[in-house]
């Protein structure tokens, strides 16, 4: 899970970029789906990898307009197994 943050509270940057350039995925990064704040100040995007540079690539072309808080998820049904 990716949580941005917009720098300076200023969304349409992001979007522009986004209608202009599209998403700037790198190969072997999938965008799943993603969902904003209803004050505009954090978009919250699922992204699916398995390479953490391909996220990282990915970050590296937003962070002058973004700030990124990304948090390892896996689907509840996993969880389960995935416990320490």
């Known amino acids: 899970m990716v949580i941005e943050r917009f720098r300076g ?3 349409r940057p992001v979007y522009e970029r986004a209608a202009e350039r599209g998403r700037l995925l790198p190969e072997g990064l999938r965008y799943v789906d993603s969902w904003v704040a209803a004050d505009f100040a954090r978009c919250f995007q699922l992204m699916e990898c398995d390479d953490v540079t ?7 072309q937003w962070s002058d307009l973004v700030d990124f808080e990304i948090v390892p998820v896996a689907p509840s049904a996993q969880a389960p197994g995935l416990l320490p």
């Open 54 to 60: 391909r996220l990282m690539a990915w970050v590296a």
């Open 9 to 11: 509270g200023q969304p």
